[in-house]
C-alpha cells in the first residue's frame, strides 16, 4: 500500500480491528475526527462492531459501545439531535445517537425492506426511510415523527420546529410539517440561463444544488448555487464547473465548508472556486486537505485553494496493503481523515483492517486537534509504534456509496 506522497510510511500508531472500507468507493469519510478522539467502528470476537472513540495521540479506545447489525451503511457522523452534539452511525438494523462520552442517547429502527432509498445522516440528525411516500426525523422530544414526501421528492434536511425539508430535480423545495400532506412547493431562484436545480448537499445552514445549461453548449458545464436554509434564499452562485472528468458528483467536507466538483475546489461559505493542478483527481475532500490521485496513480494532497502540500514520494507501507483486495505495494490509499499534520488511513498488516495514523515527512508529532495545518512543522516525528500482531479477520464490512452528513445526494 503506497503512503500518500509528503507522509511516512511508517506509522505513529495503529488501532484496533476496523470494519473494513472499499478505498476505491470511499466517497465519505469511514471515521469522524472531533478535537483528541477519532470516532470508528471497530470490530470484535467474531465479526460484532462497536462504535468506539479513539485517542487521536495513542489509537487506544478512549471508550467501545455494541451496535447492532452485520454492517455499517453510513457514518460515524458528528451531528446534533434535538439540538445536543452527537455521534451517530446507520447499521442495516437501526440509526444510534451516543453522546461525545459514550452515553446512548437514542436508537431508532430501520425498515429492511421494501425501501431504495438509503438512512440520511444530516447536521441536524437523521433521516429515516420508512415508506416510498414517508420519512422519519428526531423531533424536538427525541422520538420520531412522521414527514409525508412529496411526488418526486427527495429529503435533504432536518430544519427547525421538526420541519422536513425536501426537494426534486427541478428547482422545488417543499417544507413539510404534516406526517400525511407535503405541501406546496417553492420554486427556487434558478440562474439566469440555467436550469435543473438538483440538490447535491447540504450544510447546517446551506442547500447547495447543481444546475445545467438551458442550451447545452458546453458538455459537462454546471454551476452550483447556494440556498439560504432560513428562508430559501439565494446566497451565493459559482462560475461554471467543467465536470466532463469528474471522477464523482461533489464530494464535500466534514463540515461543510469544502466541496470538490471535477478539477474545482468550492468554498462552500461564499462560492468562490480555485483549481486543482493538472492530472489530479480528488478522492475525498477534508476540511483542509484535499485527497487525491495524480496521473501516477499516487496518492497526493493538496490544500483548500488547490495548491499541491507534501513533497517527494517517501516509498511505501510495505507491511500494509489495501483493504479493498489489492494487495500490491504500490497502490495507492485514500486516507480516511486528518489529526493535525497526521493522515488517518485503513490499511491491514496481518489480514486484520485497523487504522494508522502516518506522520507527514516534515511534522513532530501527531496533534490532538482535527485541524490539519498546509505548513507542516519542521521537528523529527517520534518513535514510532511497534508493528501490529496477527489477529483474524473482521467479518463485518463497510458497505460503499454512503451518504454523509453533508451530503443529500447526488453520490
Known amino acids: 500500500m503506497a503512503a500518500p506522497v509528503g507522509w511516512s510510511p511508517q506509522a505513529f500508531w495503529s488501532s484496533a480491528a476496523v470494519a473494513a472500507v472499499d478505498a476505491t468507493q470511499q ?29 487521536a495521540r495513542t489509537g487506544a479506545p478512549v471508550w467501545s459501545k455494541d451496535l447492532a447489525g452485520s454492517s455499517i ?89 421538526d420541519t422536513l425539508l425536501a426537494t426534486d430535480s427541478g428547482g422545488h423545495a417543499w417544507k413539510v410539517s404534516s406526517p400525511t400532506v407535503a405541501g406546496n412547493p417553492t420554486a427556487l431562484s434558478a440562474p439566469k440561463g440555467w436550469t435543473g436545480g438538483t440538490t447535491v448537499a447540504v450544510t447546517d445552514t446551506t442547500l447547495v444544488q447543481q444546475w445545467t445549461p438551458a442550451k447545452a453548449t458546453t458538455t459537462g458545464a454546471v454551476l452550483l448555487r447556494a440556498t439560504a436554509l432560513d428562508g430559501l434564499r439565494a446566497r ?55 485527497w487525491c490521485t495524480n496521473a501516477d496513480q499516487q496518492t497526493v494532497a493538496a490544500s483548500v485553494t488547490g495548491t499541491p502540500l507534501g513533497g517527494a514520494s517517501t516509498g511505501t507501507t510495505s507491511t500494509l496493503n489495501n483493504t479493498n483486495g489489492a494487495t500490491g505495494a504500490s497502490d495507492p490509499v485514500i486516507p480516511a481523515g486528518t489529526v493535525g499534520t497526521s493522515a488517518l488511513v485503513i490499511g491491514s498488516a496481518d489480514d486484520t483492517a485497523r487504522l494508522y495514523l502516518l506522520p507527514s515527512t516534515a511534522a513532530s508529532t501527531p496533534s490532538a486537534t482535527s485541524t490539519p495545518s498546509s505548513v507542516p512543522a519542521t521537528t523529527a516525528p517520534p518513535t514510532p509504534a511497534k508493528k501490529p500482531s496477527p489477529t483474524s479477520k473482521p467479518k463485518a464490512t463497510k458497505k460503499p456509496a454512503a451518504k454523509g452528513s453533508s451530503s443529500a445526494g447526488g453520490k
Open 236 to 290: 451565493w452562485t459559482t462560475g461554471s464547473i467543467n465536470t466532463q472528468n469528474a471522477a464523482s458528483p461533489l464530494l464535500v467536507s466534514p463540515s461543510g465548508t469544502l466541496g470538490v466538483l471535477g478539477s474545482s475546489v468550492v468554498d462552500l461559505r461564499t462560492g468562490g472556486l480555485h483549481q486543482l493542478p493538472a492530472g489530479w483527481t480528488a478522492r475525498q475532500a477534508g476540511d483542509q486537505v484535499i
Open 73 to 161: 451503511t453510513t457514518g460515524p457522523t458528528l451531528g446534533r439531535v434535538a439540538g445536543v452534539p452527537v455521534v451517530m452511525v446507520a447499521t442495516d438494523t437501526e440509526v444510534s445517537a451516543w453522546s461525545m462520552t459514550g452515553q446512548r442517547l437514542g436508537e431508532w429502527p430501520v425498515p429492511t425492506a421494501g425501501i431504495d432509498t438509503a438512512v440520511v445522516l444530516t447536521p441536524a440528525g437523521p433521516i429515516i426511510p420508512r415508506s416510498q411516500t414517508t420519512v422519519s426525523i428526531v423531533g424536538l422530544g427525541g422520538k420520531l415523527v412522521t414527514r409525508a414526501l412529496p411526488p418526486g421528492g427527495r429529503a435533504v434536511a432536518i430544519l427547525p420546529k
Open 27 to 55: 466517497t465519505a469519510s469511514p471515521v469522524a475526527v472531533n478535537g483528541s478522539s477519532i470516532y470508528a467502528v471497530t470490530t470484535h470476537g467474531s465479526g460484532e462492531m462497536a462504535l468506539s472513540a479513539l485517542s
